[in-house]
């Protein structure tokens, strides 16, 4: 709770610095579309799961399923006009399935790359077993190297981005749990469940989480395509960061003051994720800035796809040449396929508009 407060208070303040530059380039400020910030609200009600389906499922089939989810419904509201979206005009949607469809496979190889042993550090194959499995190894451990690794690894930043910035929610997590102040393992609700109750939770919300990152974008867009609702309302849909990120900003400073009433006024602080938190906000927030711009020129049935595809590529190289993670032929081989995977839909997106 304290690292996703961090994380959106830098949110926050990239977005008031990108509505201060809006202000001074357009001459006047962008008029504040309140509805617009049921977008933030939305994103942050699917991120503050993340920790728990990292500590049930693992990072990289979470990823995989919240990823999916993400892409297809921010695909799909685009494509279809879901919720009263208007209909993205693409022009050889042919080439769009096709490209949809490859970015699904492509997500789903990287589920079967098993990283490798990390050091003298346990096994870094823990939940799914997958690309992002490392971090997932080290929720639960409480050894004094293998805190030093995760506070280490943490401040790389933001994992796997769109579908997310969500991930280095997930990193803080591990830091958080591997590296409590006592020295000793954080221990929460997830812990007491049964290994099923732990799946279906897990996979459950997932698929929540990537509904609610998939339309998080869908009220700045419906204002937008409905002027008669929203008269003077500005058409350009990157007027719309500023109470996007206002959004984010009041949700997570509702969830973390929740938590400090549930923990009786004594909320666990980490002081090590302040500076790593703030620097993820800021990554996370510069995605998101593009990702307007992106939805406003490409339309979200072209977008989303581009855009959910990049993360598991990215997350793998990091495996490769960062973190020596990922070794052997068997893995390369599938790293491959599924690099080939991306590229494809990447193409086949591209063309279809």
């Not at 997500?107 to 042993?117: H, K």
């Not at 599938?334 to 086949?348: D, I, K, N, P, Y």
């Amino acid at each position: 709770m304290f690292f996703q407060f961090v994380m959106c208070s830098a949110i926050f303040f990239a977005g008031l610095i990108n509505y201060v530059v809006q202000c001074a380039q357009q001459g006047q400020c962008p008029r504040f579309e309140p509805v617009a910030m049921l977008g933030g609200v939305v994103w942050c009600l699917g991120n503050v799961w993340v920790v728990p389906i990292v500590k049930t499922v693992g990072l990289s089939l979470g990823l995989l399923i919240w990823g999916m989810a993400n892409m297809l419904i921010g695909w799909a509201s685009g494509r279809f006009g879901l919720f009263g979206l208007t209909p993205n005009a693409v022009a050889k949607p042919g080439f769009n399935d096709a490209g949809v469809v490859l970015a699904c496979l492509a997500l789903s190889v990287y589920l079967f790359i098993q990283p490798e042993q990390m050091g003298g550090a346990k096994k870094a194959a823990g939940g799914g077993g997958g690309v992002g499995g490392a971090e997932q190894g080290l929720l639960d451990v409480d050894e004094e190297h293998d805190a030093a690794y995760v506070k280490g690894l943490i401040t790389e930043g933001e994992g796997a981005g769109a579908a997310g910035g969500i991930n280095a929610d997930a990193k803080a997590g591990g830091a958080a749990a591997a590296a409590g102040g006592d020295g000793e393992a954080e221990t929460s609700w997830t812990d007491r469940l049964s290994d099923s109750q732990k799946r279906i939770f897990g996979v459950t919300m997932s698929v929540v989480s990537g509904l609610l990152y998939g339309t998080n974008f869908n009220p700045p867009q419906y204002v937008v395509d409905h002027p008669e609702t929203f008269p003077g309302a500005s058409k350009d849909l990157g007027d719309y960061v500023f109470p996007h990120f206002c959004g984010i900003f009041l949700t997570s400073t509702l969830f973390v003051q929740l938590y400090a009433a549930v923990s009786k006024n004594a909320p666990k602080l980490y002081p090590e994720i302040v500076l790593p938190g703030f620097i993820s906000g800021l990554m996370w927030a510069t995605a998101q800035i593009c990702w307007f711009s992106a939805n406003a020129k490409l339309g979200f049935a072209v977008a989303f796809p581009l855009i959910s595809i990049g993360p598991g590529l990215v997350g793998a190289l990091w495996g490769v040449f960062a973190f020596g993670e990922i070794k052997g032929l068997r893995n390369f081989g599938l790293l491959a396929v599924a690099g080939s995977l991306t590229m494809g839909a990447a193409v086949c997106i591209a063309l279809s508009n």
